[in-house]
């Protein structure tokens, strides 16, 4: 039995695709992503340089957080006021998939 060629995850023209095919295709490259990244780990690269793009890893870490529910609770608005500041953000799209089917 012959091996068929492996599918292009994600068509030429994105503008033609239903959201569902976004979405498949999304999810099949961030599937190759895992598996890059699950291979990086494996050899306990920290930085690989290519010809285009660079891949860096940083292990898990703990970062600390600040419970502002709970400060101000105890403290007051008035407190942190002065030391609140707004942040923009971009778009964030996330993956994931599908359970059950």
């Not at 068929?4 to 030429?12: E, H, L």
């Not at 050899?43 to 400060?71: C, H, I, V, W």
């Not at 008035?78 to 993956?95: K, Q």
Request: one cysteine or more.
């Amino acid at each position: 039995m012959g091996q068929t060629a492996p599918q292009k995850p994600v068509p030429a023209r994105l503008d033609e695709m239903t959201p569902g095919q976004l979405a498949d295709a999304a999810g099949v490259l961030k599937a190759a992503l895992s598996d890059i990244k699950g291979e990086a780990i494996r050899r306990d690269l920290r930085r690989a340089e290519g010809n285009k793009f660079r891949l860096t890893l940083s292990p898990p870490s703990r970062q600390m957080r600040l419970d502002r529910a709970r400060l101000e609770e105890h403290h007051g608005h008035e407190l942190l006021a002065p030391f609140l500041y707004e942040a923009d953000t971009d778009w964030v799209m996330r993956c994931s998939a599908r359970r059950g089917l």
